[in-house]
């Protein structure tokens, strides 16, 4: 359960954003829909603590993240919350499986390569895994960023923009890939965008 109140951040005296709070359930999705620069991407940074706000609180099931240290919330963050970039961020010089791996290092739990095979499997990557990164297709490497973001299974899952960059076809598929795979393990999946194509997706949305 994800829950935020009154959210505010500032860049600048004269760039302040203050958010509508949100309430995301477990296994429930919610869409956060905006134009360009109105503070979609600083809004999915709040919720993983990777800004911190000027005000208000950022919750996951009791814990506030806001009341955290920057050690305690960076290891909250590795164990309970999932993301996904706009653009996917390896670490090129490893393999697939590996940098799935990572994610286990980073939450400091042992490395679980039948998970790993097991989303890989999921998703329809099974065959890439000994790949480096750079030699998937970036629908594939799409796939491969979702599925670490589920390695650990998370509490909450942030996309940001997943599906910009793709076509009508393979934009079904991610959120179709995002929804079950996100109550499959019982998290809550908050999808930041301004792609309209989303729209009817998601029963749950706010507009920024
Ligand atoms: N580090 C920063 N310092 C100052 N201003 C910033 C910084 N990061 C973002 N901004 C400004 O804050 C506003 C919101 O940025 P943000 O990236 O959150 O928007 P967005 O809705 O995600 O945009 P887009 O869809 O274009 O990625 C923009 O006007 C941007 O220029």
Redesign the pocket.
Known sequence: MLTTRQLTFS??PA?RFAFPDLNCADREALLIL?R???????FLHLLALLLKPETGSVTINTTDLTKLSPAETAAFRAQHVGIIYQKPHFVSSLSVIDNLLLANYLAQKPQDKSRARQLAEQLGFAEHLSKKTSQLSLGEQQRVSIARAMMNQPNMILADEPTSSLDDVNTEKVIALLRQQSEQIGASLVVVT?DQRLKDAFANRVEL
């Open positions: 860049y600048s760039k905006g360009s620069g109105t503070g979609k991407t600083t301004h």
